[in-house]
Nanobody, 117 residues
Framework: VQLVESGGGLVQPGGSLRLSCAAS????????MSWYRQAPGKERELVAT?????????HYADSVKGRFTISRYNAKNTVYLQMNSLKPEETAVYYC??????????WGQGTQVTVSS
């Protein structure tokens, strides 16, 4: 199983970024996928989750509702996180996670998002 995040970087407050997570090693279309983030000195927190079927069901942390959108393209084994109206306090390392049931949970290496002027 491999998860590779990309798309992070430096963005000004109010700006946007789109993160991608390319998955391999499992049947991507059969599993939920999630995005988490971890800011310096803080615990890792759930940002958004997408059910296995594209666009079927999504869940967001209250802090990102209306600004972030999780989506997935099962044909490309990729999950995305579109982030709009970013705030400085959302500076963090963003991770994607694949919960694979009895196989356990798998994480990517993370991608740094820095929101600063």
């Amino acid at each position: 199983v491999q998860l590779v995040e990309s798309g992070g970087g430096l963005v000004q407050p109010g700006g946007s970024l789109r993160l991608s997570c390319a998955a391999s090693g499992f049947t991507f279309s059969s599993y939920y996928m999630s995005w988490y983030r971890q800011a310096p000195g803080k615990e890792r927190e759930l940002v958004a989750t997408s059910s296995s079927a594209a666009g079927d069901s999504t869940h967001y942390a209250d802090s990102v509702k209306g600004r972030f959108t999780i989506s997935r393209y099962n044909a490309k084994n990729t999950v995305y996180l579109q982030m709009n109206s970013l705030k400085p306090e959302e500076t963090a390392v963003y991770y994607c996670k694949a919960p694979l049931g009895r196989r356990g949970d798998y994480w990517g290496q993370g991608t740094q998002v820095t929101v600063s002027s």
